[in-house]
């Protein structure tokens, strides 16, 4: 028997349908919201996961400039050129063996005495065949130690007088060397004399068989008060 339902019936069911269909779609719809926001998240946690692994992994190394390369020098080669040698060598007995208790003598170097030359002077003669001369003779020697005497005060003051000689050679150039005083007369009249004849100028030089020599020459110089 077939049960027939008023109109108003039929009308509430269709709306009780259409409102359990509109909340399955609005339970789909809110699912949906929240899974896509439950991949958002889960995407981006996952993201940042990798960004953060990605930096811990990432090392900044510095890169390391290539040494420069050094070439090895060549190695020289020494050549050994042998030599036949004809000579022969006696054969030295060498003893390893030496007894603690021997007693070795020190060697001492001694240096050789060099000898020193000696300078070997030239003779002076006391009489030659030319004796040495003065410009002018023996007369202008006597003027020209008058001229340049100087009688000392000391001398003077105390009454000083006599003859000075004075000894000296005459070198093969003529020129005056080795004057010293033979015998004085004290007062200062002795340093004058010698001062005098260190002045002189050159002599003509005495020879002996036509050679100029060295000539021993004395000069007597007279201290006199007027």
Do not use: H
Not at 81 to 97: G, K, L, R, W, Y
Not at 135 to 146: D, H, I, M, R
Not at 155 to 179: L, P
Not at 209 to 218: A, E, I, K, L
């Amino acid at each position: 028997m077939e049960i027939k339902k008023s109109p108003k019936a039929n009308l509430d069911d269709k709306r009780l349908t259409f409102t359990l269909i509109g909340l399955v779609v609005a339970l789909f719809v809110i699912w949906r919201v929240f899974e896509y926001r439950s991949y958002d998240k889960q995407q981006y946690e996952a993201f940042a996961r990798t960004v953060e692994v990605m930096d811990e992994e990432m090392e900044i190394t510095k890169q390391e400039q290539p040494k420069p390369q050094v070439q090895a020098p060549k190695p020289q080669v020494t050549q050994i050129q042998v030599v036949e040698d004809d000579t022969e060598v006696e054969d030295i007995d060498i003893n390893a063996e030496v007894d603690q208790d021997e007693v070795i003598e020190e060697y001492v170097y001694e240096a050789p005495e060099i000898e020193e030359e000696e300078i070997v002077e030239e003779e002076v003669f006391l009489s030659v065949e030319e004796n040495p001369e003065f410009p002018g003779g023996t007369a202008k020697l006597l003027e020209y130690v008058q001229k340049n005497l100087k009688y000392p005060m000391m001398a003077r003051e105390s009454d000083i007088q006599g003859r000075v000689f004075v000894g000296f050679v005459v070198e093969k150039d003529g020129s005056i060397s080795n004057v010293r005083v033979l015998r004085g007369i004290g007062g200062g009249c002795d340093e004058e004399a010698v001062r005098v004849v260190q002045t002189l100028p050159k002599f003509k030089p005495g020879k002996q068989r036509g050679n100029p020599v060295r000539v021993q020459y004395t000069l007597p110089i007279v201290f006199k008060l007027q």
